[in-house]
């Protein structure tokens, strides 16, 4: 079984930044692509960015240029950085990852841009 962890998110002004992080534990051996995905109230869940596990990164338009991924590949766990921060980021924001061909979600964490 894989057990994902997210944190970080919370209240932040327009501008503003916050910093998630998701930590897997269990049985991971094997664990390959780290993602983040958001989804907004009423909207479909969407990919926001990616990270393999030799850190190749790739990003969603929405957050390019103001989001960065990473990860920590001694403590499982991966990072999106999140700067600029606009009221249509607004949304839970979950990580998901790749462990020997299965996909795992976390539980989600919320994220609300507003003044």
């Known amino acids: 079984q894989v057990h994902l962890v997210e944190s970080g998110g919370g209240l932040v002004q327009p501008g503003g930044s916050l910093r998630l992080s998701c930590a897997a534990s269990?049985?991971?051996?094997?664990?390959?692509?780290m993602a983040w995905y958001r989804q907004a109230p009423g909207k479909l869940r969407e990919w926001v960015a990616s990270?393999?596990?030799?850190?190749?990164?790739t990003y969603a338009d929405s957050g390019k240029g103001r989001f960065t991924i990473s990860r920590d590949n001694a403590k499982n766990t991966v990072y999106l950085q999140m700067n600029s921060l606009k009221p249509e980021d607004t949304a839970v924001y979950y990580c998901?990852?790749?462990?020997?061909?299965?996909?795992?979600w976390g539980q989600g964490t919320q994220v609300t841009v507003s003044a």
């Open positions: 998901n990852v790749n462990v020997r061909g299965y996909y795992y």
């Open positions: 990270i393999t596990s030799s850190g190749f990164t």
């Open positions: 269990g049985d991971i051996f094997g664990i390959n692509v």
